[in-house]
């Protein structure tokens, strides 16, 4: 994939969820955002709650890396490529072309949200506030060699994603349980806006 395809995409994606944010979820009420479609099934809320969980340890990550760059990493590539685990994790969460995950994936249980003590409000400020900061990791990355920096996953502290793999990822991710979202919202009958995805 070439630099200008990767940042495209990742960059372009983050904005749309920004904007969905923004535009279409911005007013949702408490009983909104609680209200799931079905025993056991997500709700609004704890979709973005799932999602700021990942952003809380991958945007750390993200920075972290960015921010000890050795001089001779500091410098754009033209390609970007993906190893097997890139690949492996990407092709994990991705949708197809109509925003349904392609794979079925179970939540590992550190990931499960829990928002018992938080207010929807709060959930969906902390998820905006992550996509902004994306947004400016991203734009710093597409300086720097995506494929010769690693970021730790957080399966394992061993275990390692190329920076270009890693943001990749997340940005899938976020896409995929912003369409299941939009879907809850669907079914339950208080939204007919398209996804972000």
């Keep these: 994939m070439t630099l200008q395809n990767w940042y495209q995409y990742v960059h372009t994606t983050t904005e749309q ?3 969905t944010l923004q535009q279409d979820w911005q007013n949702l009420t408490t009983e909104q955002w609680q209200q799931s479609p079905a025993v ?3 709700s609004m809320a704890e979709c973005l709650e799932h999602l700021n969980i990942y952003a809380r340890f991958y945007h750390s990550e ?3 890396v960015l921010a000890q760059a050795p ?4 410098k754009p590539v033209e390609q970007v490529h993906s190893n097997w685990l890139g690949k492996f994790s990407i092709n ?3 949708l197809n072309e109509a925003g349904v995950p392609i794979k079925k994936a179970r939540t590992v249980k550190k990931f499960e949200p829990i928002i018992s003590l938080q207010s929807p409000q709060h959930v969906y400020q902390e998820f905006l ?3 902004h900061t994306l947004t400016q990791l991203i734009t710093q ?3 720097v060699h995506l494929n010769k920096l690693k970021t730790r996953t957080s399966l394992h502290p061993l275990v390692k994603l190329r920076l270009g793999d890693c943001i990749h990822f997340v940005v899938a991710h976020n896409q995929r349980h912003m369409a299941q979202a939009q879907r809850v ?3 339950c009958g208080f939204t007919t806006t398209a996804s972000a995805d």
């Design 62 to 64: 993200i920075k972290r």
């Design 40 to 42: 056991q099934s997500w």
């Design 185 to 187: 919202a669907i079914t």
């Design 141 to 143: 990355a597409k300086h």
């Design 71 to 74: 001089a001779a990493y500091q």
């Design 17 to 19: 969820v920004i904007q």
């Design 92 to 94: 994990g969460v991705k």
């Design 129 to 131: 506030q992550h996509q």
